[in-house]
């Protein structure tokens, strides 16, 4: 009896446990069927945006910035500034000896130091002749500390001239740009015009010559819009003009036998002008060139003389301003006819201008 009532009691309980077994296998079987139906997870390594994103190489340009960098590089920039005849500098000595002294570079280019002897400072930079002095004093006296220090810069100037308060020969001390050179020299001139001030000053005149050549900058652009790409750095030797507004005048040039600069009263035609001129030489190209208008941006135009003259076509009336120029070659192109006219503009009203300097100082 007692065996009767254990089998009925345990029975329940093996069928519980073979249930619950049962049970278990299938839910351990179930990760095997998702196990089996993973390739849906396939696409997670498939999914390329990622790697895409790593790949894409076509963003790395906005990092390859070198191709702005030109922007940034004015050539008209200054090198380094060199030393030369004439500049202060200071020297301090410090270690087992200190000294300071004030030099002037001699007209030899050299300065003269107990320590050193002569050395030649010109054309060189200050970090160079630092280095140099240091060098030669420390052959006598180790752990010592060379400074070279600049007073003033006398040896490089500019020449500003034209319509220019203070006009002259300015000392190019450090950095100095056209807007700059205008300001330290005063400004432009003003003038009463119908009750009020204004200046007087021909911006579309207006240049920057360097080495005998001109440099393009828009004055126009520059003084009135404030357009600073072309605040050039002056250098050593430039020449800035600014004419004069109320200056009435037709330039004669090129290959006529008496280039001048011929006033402008009521009116000026193209014969006239080159009348007055004396003519044309005999191998000049009837076909003239009258530059108009600014030196940045000029109006070219081409007047055949002997039409003129034969009365095939009318006279043409000039401007003030106007820069007549006579070519000896009628095939060249007009572009560089109107460069050389231009050039030989500058170089024209530059050497007045260093002329009239030279008178009033004398």
């Known amino acids: 009896m007692n065996k009767l009532l254990l089998i009925l009691l345990v029975l329940p309980l093996m069928l519980f446990a073979d249930t619950e077994v049962a049970a278990v296998g299938k839910l351990q079987q179930v990760p095997e069927s998702i196990k089996a139906e993973e390739p849906p997870e ?13 790949e894409e190489t076509p963003e790395s340009p906005k990092s390859e910035a070198p191709p702005e960098s030109p922007k940034a590089d004015h050539s008209s920039e200054p090198v380094e500034y060199k030393l030369g ?24 280019g050299y300065i003269s130091y107990l320590l050193t002897g002569p050395v030649k400072a010109s054309e060189k930079t200050i970090v160079e002749l630092r280095e140099e002095i240091q060098n030669i004093i ?46 330290n020299s005063g400004g432009f001139k003003s003038g009463e015009f119908r009750n009020s001030t204004v200046d007087l000053a021909d911006l579309e005149h207006a240049f920057l010559m360097r080495d005998g050549k001109q440099l393009k900058v828009d004055f126009t652009a520059l003084v009135l819009k404030g357009e600073t790409k072309y605040d050039l750095r002056l250098n050593n030797g430039d020449y800035l003009h600014i004419p004069s507004a109320l200056s009435k005048k037709v330039y004669t040039l090129g290959q006529v036998n008496y280039p001048r600069q011929i006033m402008y009263l009521n009116s000026l035609t ?11 030489k005999e191998y000049a190209s009837p076909n003239v060139i009258v530059i108009r208008g600014s030196l940045s941006k000029p109006e070219k135009l081409v007047f055949n003389i002997n039409e003129i003259l034969h009365g095939d076509k009318a006279d043409v009336l000039l401007k003030p301003g106007d820069i007549v120029y006579v070519p000896e070659d009628s095939t060249a192109d007009l572009e560089r006819l109107a460069k050389v006219a231009i050039r030989a503009f500058v170089q024209t009203v530059a050497s007045s201008a260093a002329a009239n300097t030279i008178d009033e100082n004398y």
């Open 42 to 54: 396939s696409p997670k390594a498939e999914e390329t945006p990622e790697s895409l994103k790593a």
């Open 85 to 108: 005849n004439g500049d202060i500098i200071k020297i301090s000595i410090y270690g087992t000896i200190q000294e300071e002294r004030t030099l002037i570079i001699d007209s030899r």
């Open 138 to 183: 420390r052959t006598k006296r180790k752990h010592t500390i060379v400074s070279v220090v600049p007073i003033s810069f006398n040896s490089q100037s500019y020449t500003i001239g034209g319509q220019i308060k203070f006009p002259g020969k300015k000392v190019l001390n450090g950095k100095v740009t056209i807007l700059e050179a205008i300001a």
């Open 270 to 280: 193209l014969i006239q002008a080159i009348t007055e001129s004396r003519g044309i």
